[in-house]
């Protein structure tokens, strides 16, 4: 089965700096989609980006974006400019057809 | 964006009787919905994924008798669990897949916290 790696359990960023949450992922498929979630104390998942793994370019999103290694395997969220409300628990998630899995989870507090 | 309505969002029940869970796609057609549950403080375990019309597929150490998922029309998959115990206490989650191929992402529904007393 696939498996999505996050090494971070807990970061911490200042208000308005920027943060880079990592992940790392397995598979022997060539399609397949990443994405990075968001779930605040309400637990509803929130899309913050995707990324499709045929595209060599870098998804982004306003104040975030990823860096996409394909040949490594790596999916790291980049957070610019972080604000107080960015402040919630982090998925990497990975997603075939019949499959979405995801990680462990990092959590983030942005401290004022 | 794609709404899916998970109901309902919060059950208490006794020991031995069944629940069921309800996971709509209300603007979109879903081929595909996914079954999880995370613990506290953890991630989305995946429990299952349901096709419409065929068996749900499980993942390894679900116990599919216990964990009934029916996916009978492309809009509405239901997740029941049979004879609930206190250790089923737990938050579910669906998402569904939408099937035009629009969107690639899968779409999450608001989640069901179980409490069996």
Redo the contacts between chains.
């Keep these: 089965a696939q498996t999505v790696t996050q090494s971070q359990p807990e970061m911490s960023v200042q208000e308005a700096e920027t943060v880079t949450l990592s992940c790392t992922y397995d598979t022997s498929e060539s399609d397949y ?1 990443l ?1 990075w979630y968001k779930q605040p104390p309400s ?3 929130i ?1 913050v980006i ?1 990324q ?1 793994a045929y595209k060599q370019q870098n998804a982004t999103e306003n104040r975030f974006s990823v860096n996409f290694q394909k040949a490594a395997k790596s999916f790291s969220l980049k957070i610019s400019d972080s604000q107080l409300g960015d402040a919630a628990m982090y ?1 990497c998630a990975y ?1 075939t ?9 990092t959590r983030l507090t942005v401290k004022p | 964006g794609a709404v899916v309505s998970q109901h309902p969002s919060r059950v208490i029940c006794k020991s031995g009787t069944s629940v069921k869970i309800e996971c709509r796609s209300l603007d979109f057609q879903a081929t595909t919905m996914f079954w999880y549950r995370q613990f506290p403080k953890q991630s989305l375990m995946l429990m299952a994924t349901s096709n419409e019309g065929s068996k749900a597929t499980y993942e390894q150490g679900v116990e599919k008798d216990k964990f009934l998922i029916n996916h009978a029309s492309l809009t509405l998959s239901t997740l029941t669990v049979t004879s609930a115990h206190p250790e089923d206490s737990s938050f579910y989650i669906c998402s569904a897949r939408d099937i035009s191929g629009l969107n690639t992402e899968a779409f999450f529904g608001q989640g069901t916290r179980l409490t069996v007393v």
């Design positions: 989609y994405f637990r509803q998942m899309l995707r499709e998925f997603r057809i019949n499959d979405m899995r995801f990680g462990a989870g």
